[in-house]
C-alpha cells in the first residue's frame, strides 16, 4: 500500500503557481520523497525528490516540513501542459526498490 | 534525464496469441528493471522486478507463467503475455533505475494491449 495521502484533485489557473501537498507521516528516516507525474496514456515522468532539505530543479520546487511529515510540490507558473496526475511516493534510499504508487492528484491546470 | 524505451508502443492480437513488449535502457544500464500495469482509470501496479542475469520477482496475484519476463542484458528486458485473453487488454509500463544513491527510476512510454 502507498505510505502518502494526496487530494484526489486540484484545479490551477493557468501562469499561477500549484501547489500540490502530501501527506507522508509515517515515513522512515532512511527515505526520500519522490514526485511524478503522468500525463494521460504516457508513462509516469520523474519531477523532483529529497530527503529533508527543500529542492528545486529546472520542473519544480520540493518543500518538505521540519518534521517530514508532509510536503509540498510547487509549479511556480503553471501551463496547460502540466495537466496531470502527481504522484507523491516514498521510498527508501538504499536498495534497489520499486515505486508504490498510490492514485495521486490530479492536476487540472485552467486557460 | 535518463531514457528508457518501449517496443512496440501499442499492440492488438488475437486471444490466445502471444506479445512480447521490449523495455531498453537507453543511455544507462539497469540491473534491476520493473514492470508494472495500468487499467483504465486506475493507477500504475506492479506485476514483477525484473533482474539481469537471474529469474524475475512476481507479485502476488501475478502468473508468472503467463507473464514471462527475461533480462539478459544490462539494457534490456522483455514481458512476454502468453496466451493472451481480453483481460490482459492494459497499458504496460516498464521502468529502470540509474544508478547512485538514491537511485532514481525512470519509466517507459508504456505500451497499450489490446486482447480482442
Known amino acids: 500500500d502507498a505510505k502518502t495521502t494526496q487530494p484526489p484533485s486540484m484545479d490551477c489557473a493557468e501562469g499561477r503557481a500549484a501547489n500540490l501537498p502530501c501527506n507522508h507521516s509515517?515515513?522512515?528516516?532512511?527515505?526520500?520523497v519522490y514526485w511524478y507525474r503522468q500525463i494521460h496514456s504516457q508513462g509516469p515522468q520523474y519531477i523532483i525528490h529529497g530527503l529533508k532539505n527543500n529542492e528545486t530543479n529546472e520542473m519544480a520546487s520540493l518543500i518538505i516540513t521540519e518534521d517530514r511529515k508532509s510536503s509540498t510540490l510547487i509549479l511556480p507558473h503553471a501551463t496547460l501542459r502540466d495537466t496531470a496526475v502527481y504522484y507523491c511516493i516514498v521510498r527508501p534510499q538504499s536498495g534497489n526498490t520499486p515505486l508504490v504508487f498510490g492514485k495521486g492528484t490530479r492536476l487540472s491546470v485552467i486557460a | 534525464g535518463a531514457v528508457v524505451s518501449q517496443h512496440p508502443s501499442r499492440v492488438i492480437c488475437k486471444s490466445g496469441t502471444s506479445v512480447k513488449i521490449e523495455c531498453r535502457s537507453l543511455d544507462f544500464q539497469a540491473t534491476t528493471m520493473f514492470w508494472y500495469r495500468q487499467f483504465p482509470k486506475q493507477s500504475l501496479m506492479l506485476m514483477a522486478t525484473s533482474n539481469e542475469g537471474s529469474k524475475a520477482t512476481y507479485e502476488q496475484g501475478v502468473e508468472k507463467d503467463k507473464f514471462l519476463i527475461n533480462h539478459a542484458s544490462l539494457t534490456l528486458s522483455t514481458l512476454t503475455v502468453t496466451s493472451a485473453h481480453p483481460e490482459d487488454s492494459s497499458f504496460y509500463i516498464c521502468?529502470?533505475?540509474?544508478?547512485?544513491?538514491?537511485?532514481?527510476?525512470?519509466f517507459g512510454p508504456g505500451t497499450r494491449l489490446l486482447v480482442l
Open positions: 509515517t515515513i522512515s528516516g532512511n527515505e526520500y
Open positions: 521502468s529502470a533505475g540509474t544508478s547512485g544513491r538514491p537511485e532514481t527510476q525512470y
